[in-house]
């Protein structure tokens, strides 16, 4: 039989032998299976193939489509020729038990936030317009309302059509990496917000659900299966697990000449730790210590750029006290104000963490950190990749900014950069907040204030949770730099228990549903946000082709050509017909982009660009748009470095490994 298909919506399959492909991008096409799928040995449904069963929602290849109708959304008609990779063909399913997936795009729940600030629970519908009742209603509110407080309900009294919900616990997908992909969705605008219902999948890997002891093999996974509604409802972690539970506290200093006095007072405070807190406390918090200053390759006898003093293992307070007296400040000056402060923090987040402990990270220091692009920054990165970086790590970040009063220009003028920098880097993740301390260099007495109030508050909490309580102690607030310590060190705390409680939730698994990436009743807040699954192939296609815009960009201001002309130069070698950048309108059509990227539905900063745009931007512009590129650039490569990082979707493929890239980090 020739089951050869030409399709109709822009996919092209060959013979059957070969996978069938995207024509304009090139790229596979894929497809989900729903659960419990039979698969068949021809098109005509004649044979069946008795094999290991079908994983549900893991990605397949189409080989072939034959009489595929869509017309009925909720009957789909005709048959894919189904392969686990390139080579591999797996057999035939009906179109009624298979998901065209055309991107690779899959969601992840938000950090929800805490008290005050939390957001709602993401739920989930089993039809579009159950879910376009309630957001479109002029009783919005009502309905919503009845909606969530019907999950607790049995079958017959819950809201029409509602069949699943986030867990009121957090589930990171860092933690354990659960499967969201979108299968279709529609914009909207809801409140001011761009806004999408997105008709979601759902299903864990093998290694997930291991890790969390629970069956994949479940036939309800809804809400009216008892156990999985217990398991979304519950809000408590057990008492043995929190007795467990300690924490890290890894200082990231400016080790500079003029912070002697800070790191004195750092080991007093740890030293008060030490001498103190009660044993079965001193157990449960380790420290560590990294020191930052700035490039040796530019600054003559400046020993190091960053450095882990407990790089082989973090230590207890007596260790670190011991540790920390044998540290010095460099005895030679920077070339300029600027520190390599980003070198710190990303020393720091690569710290050999306890296995069950809070990580928090307390940055010391007092200027801002040399830009990406800078002839003296180290990692490439700035604040909002580092950000990122250190969210994805489960690292909590607070920082006491000391700042200087000298009226000296350059430090006056270095002021509202290093706020915007560590403002950024101490975002607290669920909040607008950031956990930052600000204190005046001038007053030494403030930092020791500061440094013990956050002891207090951290041993105070440890000691809770001996009795299996993970309360946070309640703080003054009098304004005083040591009540603001308090105040964001248990906002931190709290951000960090939201991620704790939920590493034992089990993710939504094997059902498919409609849900909005909005909070329902708040829908300035972002509940669901968006990743793309890249291979190593397509993340280093990403770093070819940043590096060569960044390039030809370099090249064209100091050479003054046109930036397309620059970039043909840089490109020519590692595209098909270098010709098609000269006389392509904006970078889209140059050829140059990675194919998989004109798939994807989101605004790229580069695509858009053009030699008239280029050169209508300020020098200033121009270094700022550079800087991204640069700091993006820096990520790939640590991402590409992070073993650990990338995730098997196939346990019988461990080689075709991915990585969900936030969808931000997209040129």
Not at 60 to 75: E, H, V
Not at 464 to 486: E, F, S
Not at 595 to 617: C, G, M, N, V
Request: contains cysteine; negative net charge; charged residues 25%.
């Amino acid at each position: 039989m020739n089951v050869s298909v030409i399709a109709d919506d822009g996919y092209e399959c060959s013979n059957g032998k070969k996978i069938c492909r995207e024509k304009t991008t090139g790229m596979p096409l894929k497809a989900l299976p729903r659960a419990f799928p039979t698969l068949y040995d021809n098109p005509n449904g004649s044979k069946v193939i008795t094999k290991k069963p079908i994983k549900a929602f893991r990605p397949l290849y189409i080989f072939a489509r034959q009489g595929i109708d869509t017309s009925d959304p909720d009957n789909p008609k005709g048959w894919y020729k189904v392969g686990k990779s390139k080579k591999r063909v797996l057999g035939w399913m009906q179109a009624k038990d298979i998901i065209e997936w055309k991107q690779a795009l899959i969601m992840a729940y938000t950090h929800p936030g805490e008290d005050d600030e939390r957001r709602s629970q993401v739920l989930m519908f089993d039809k579009l317009q159950a879910l376009k009742d309630i957001i479109q209603s002029p009783e919005r509110a009502a309905k919503i309302s009845k909606a969530y407080a019907s999950l607790d309900k049995k079958p017959q009294d819950r809201y029409p059509s509602l069949v699943l919900s986030e867990s009121k616990r957090f589930v990171d997908i860092n933690e354990n990496f659960y499967f969201l992909p979108i299968v279709n969705f529609e914009m909207l605008d809801l409140d001011g917000e761009d806004a999408r219902y997105l008709q979601i999948a759902a299903a864990i890997p093998e290694a997930t659900a291991a890790k969390l002891d629970t069956d994949l093999r479940d036939d309800n996974n809804t809400l009216d299966n008892p156990e999985v509604q217990k398991e979304i409802l519950q809000t408590t972690t057990s008492p043995e697990a929190i007795k467990q539970l300690g924490v890290d506290i890894v200082f990231v200093m400016d080790l500079t000449g003029s912070m002697e006095p800070y790191l004195q007072m750092t080991l007093e405070s740890v030293q008060d730790i030490a001498r103190l807190v009660a044993k079965d406390i001193k157990e449960k918090v380790h420290f560590g210590f990294v020191g930052y200053r700035d490039n040796p390759a530019i600054v003559n006898g400046m020993e190091f750029a960053s450095k882990n003093f407990t790089k082989d293992s973090l230590v207890n307070a007596e260790q670190f006290v011991d540790m920390i007296s044998k540290v010095r400040v460099a005895t030679v000056g920077s070339i300029d104000y600027q520190e390599e402060l980003f070198a710190g923090v990303e020393t720091g987040l690569a710290t050999k963490w306890s296995e069950n402990a809070i990580r928090l990270m307390i940055l010391v220091g007092d200027a801002s950190s040399h830009e990406p692009g800078h002839p003296q920054n180290v990692t490439g990165k700035d604040e909002n990749v580092l950000r990122q970086a250190a969210n994805d790590s489960q690292v909590h970040i607070m920082a006491i900014h000391l700042q200087n009063q000298d009226t000296h220009p350059e430090i006056v003028g270095d002021l509202p950069k290093a706020k915007k920098q560590f403002i950024t880097l101490t975002r607290i993740n669920g909040s607008e907040e950031s956990a930052l301390v600000e204190v005046n260099a001038d007053k030494e007495e403030d930092f020791a204030k500061a440094v013990k109030a956050t002891a207090n508050m951290i041993t105070s909490f440890l000691g809770q949770t001996l009795t299996g309580n993970i309360t946070t102690p309640t703080v003054n607030n009098n304004g005083n730099v040591a009540d603001k310590a308090k105040k964001v060190t248990k906002m931190l705390l709290e951000s960090a228990l939201v991620e704790y409680k939920g590493k034992e939730t089990v993710p939504p698994k094997d059902i498919i549903a409609w849900t909005i990436d909005r909070d329902m009743n708040d829908p300035a807040i972002l509940a669901l946000e968006v990743r793309i699954l890249l291979n190593k192939i397509q993340l280093d296609s990403l770093v070819r082709v940043v590096e060569e815009i960044n390039m030809a960009m370099k090249n064209a201001e100091t050479t003054e050509r046109e930036f397309f002309e620059a970039l043909q130069s840089v490109a020519a070698a590692s595209i098909k017909d270098p010709s098609k950048i000269g006389t392509a309108k904006n970078l889209k059509d140059s050829g140059l982009l990675p194919s998989f990227l004109d798939s994807l539905p989101y605004k790229s900063e580069i695509a858009s660009l053009t030699d008239e745009r280029f050169a209508s931007w300020t020098t200033q512009k121009r270094t700022d748009f550079t800087q991204r590129l640069e700091a993006k650039l820096a990520q790939y490569r640590s991402i590409n470095e992070a073993a650990d990082k990338w995730i098997v979707l196939d346990e019988s493929d461990p080689d075709n490994k991915v990585y969900p890239l936030h969808i931000d980090y997209l040129p």
